[in-house]
């Protein structure tokens, strides 16, 4: 006898933040797991190794450095760069700040296109999978050409949990699940509009990207997207999942901030 939750992971009308918060509190769950053996105890040893003034230093020390980085990247805005002009000179109709996944649902469907020259629609995708989910969730390859980026592979390998469990541990109900409805699965091209092959994907269950200005400049983090910047509340700072901008130096140069 089959669990129907199994195969209905999400019910019709399931709020997307209720997705957004089960991925990210399980990710969290995973990472604390192996906060010490796998990141502080590295990171640690990276910085007495990499810093000259640290390499004689005491381990006291070297975490009092390690603390006061944290703490600068913990005081750091959250910004999303833009345009001040595409912004400001035309209608927005928009009640709330939308990604791009949202802004491209017609008629309950989303369709991508490659309109955007910063995010064209295989190389954005890949770079979002990359960033968002590690590996053994969900895998994603990739080639370069002359015409960008082309998504060679799209692996979904989250599944929903077969049982009724509740709870938010890795691999408990709940990561699985929300994974399903996150990811869109590889593109279906038609013409010049891409849609999820991922019949239970939900564009609205995308996050929104922002990037962590630590460097304080002055024009926001990531100029690339215009000179001027939001700032982001504070409060979105302990909901969030951050990583390096490195997913995005093989897929366009430099990278930059993704929404």
């Not at 590295?42 to 007495?48: G, Q, R």
């Not at 990247?73 to 791009?100: H, K």
């Not at 969900?138 to 509740?166: I, N």
Request: glycine share 6%.
């Amino acid at each position: 006898m089959t669990n129907p939750a199994s195969s209905t992971p999400w019910q019709s009308g399931s709020k997307a933040r209720a997705v957004q918060h089960a991925f990210v509190n399980a990710r969290i769950r995973d990472i604390n797991a192996r906060a010490i053996t796998t990141l502080f105890t590295p990171t640690l040893a990276a910085l007495k190794d990499t810093i000259p003034a640290l390499r004689k230093a005491t381990p006291e020390k070297v975490q009092a450095v390690f603390f006061h980085l944290t703490e600068r990247l913990q005081s750091a805005q959250l910004t999303i760069n833009l345009m001040a002009p595409s912004w400001f000179m035309s209608p927005n109709n928009y009640e709330s700040y939308t990604q791009m996944y949202e802004r491209a649902i017609k008629a309950d469907q989303m369709k991508l296109t490659d309109s955007d020259p910063k995010n064209p629609a295989e190389m954005r995708v890949v770079a979002d999978e990359k960033a968002t989910f590690p590996k053994k969730l969900v895998e994603v390859d990739y080639k370069l050409g002359a015409m960008g980026v082309k998504m060679t592979r799209h692996d979904v390998k989250a599944t929903p949990s077969a049982g009724p469990g509740r709870g938010l541990s890795p691999g408990a109900r709940g990561i699985g699940d929300a994974v399903q409805k996150m990811t869109p699965g590889a593109l279906v091209q038609t013409g010049n509009e891409y849609t999820a092959s991922n019949a239970q994907f939900d564009p609205r269950t995308r996050q929104v990207f922002a990037a962590l200005n630590y460097g304080r400049r002055p024009h926001g983090a990531c100029i690339d997207y215009g000179h001027s910047y939001l700032v982001l509340s504070d409060k979105f700072k302990r909901d969030a999942l951050y990583f390096r901008r490195r997913y995005l130096r093989g897929l366009r140069g430099q990278g930059g901030q993704r929404r």
